[in-house]
């Protein structure tokens, strides 16, 4: 949920990368919506794990293709994340997650177990897939095309205006911002925002699972089983939506008091759900949102 502050708002929305995509904008800035739903259309055509037509898609079955250079600059974007999350945000988790898509195929299942950045190999203009293990970047797609969204509307002069890919969300200028409750209908919490490039990423238990939300899409790539533990986490910063939808992702799969850490480190403020109830806010919330 989200709404806005500027006169003679335009909100359009599409079904993209397996989910809804909405975009408000000006009524003098409509011409623009084409041209910003085709950026999330190419983020999808290039990074889904479940087109066949998609990169992405063609690397996991042939486990090598010639380097596609916005390919290789998200990839070493999440390969840092995996390294300064201590291995918690890792993309080589295709095997695992690919059940928990709307495309899924029990034929397709892997029976592979193996993971991790060292079986990802770039030589000679090509990048290799070892141990037959398949890349996943559903843990930060939505984020990063969030970005290239936003830079595209602010590039053709665009101060206002609000992307939302799911649970990723930029505000351009200030916004209200309603977090789904995690345990039944409703919202659960809510807020204006109180900085003009405010980026916001959720990620829970409770939109992607078989059976019951404790086998759910969040995977441990430790454990390699779904997290158990937060049933929603919010993180909220200025501007940068592919690593807040990167860091909200391994975050969630972490033990709490190592996600605390982690978070606390850095300028980003949060608002949490664990899953037997406990509501757990940072200390820096009102420097991100409007406090009473």
Avoid at 132 to 160: E, P
Avoid at 171 to 185: A, M, T, V, W
Avoid at 196 to 218: C, D, F, Q, V
Wanted: positive net charge; aromatic residues 14%.
């Amino acid at each position: 949920m989200f709404s806005f502050v500027f006169a003679k708002p335009i909100e359009r929305t599409k079904y993209i990368m397996g989910t809804y995509i909405s975009i408000v904008l000006p009524e003098e800035n409509k011409n623009l919506f084409k041209e910003a739903f085709n950026i999330f259309k190419e983020v999808d055509n290039k990074f889904s794990k479940y087109r066949p037509d998609s990169y992405v898609y063609k690397l996991n079955k042939n486990k090598v293709e010639k380097i596609d250079n916005q390919v290789l600059d998200l990839l070493k974007i999440c390969l840092d994340i995996y390294r300064e999350t201590d291995g918690y945000f890792d993309i080589t988790l295709g095997n695992f997650t690919k059940k928990f898509g709307i495309f899924y195929e029990e034929s397709y299942k892997s029976s592979s177990e193996n993971l991790g950045i060292e079986n990802i190999e770039i030589k000679n203009d090509f990048i290799y897939l070892k141990n037959n293990i398949s890349l996943d970047f559903g843990g930060i797609g939505k984020g990063y095309a969030v970005d290239l969204v936003a830079d595209f509307l602010k590039k053709n002069g665009i101060s206002k205006a609000v992307i939302k890919a799911s649970g990723d969300i930029r505000c351009l200028d200030i916004c209200y911002i309603g977090i789904k409750n995690p345990f039944s209908e409703g919202i659960i919490f809510s807020f204006w925002t109180k900085n003009p490039e405010t980026a916001i990423s959720t990620s829970g238990n409770y939109e992607r699972y078989i059976g019951n939300t404790k086998n759910n899409h969040l995977i441990n790539p430790k454990t390699k089983k779904s997290q158990t533990l937060i049933a929603s986490i919010t993180l909220i910063s200025i501007a940068n939506n592919t690593y807040l939808d990167a860091y909200a992702t391994a975050v969630s799969v972490m033990p709490l008091e190592k996600a605390l850490n982690f978070l606390d480190k850095k300028d980003i403020a949060y608002i949490i759900f664990t899953t037997d109830r406990k509501k757990i806010v940072s200390k820096n919330i009102c420097k991100f949102i409007v406090c009473n």
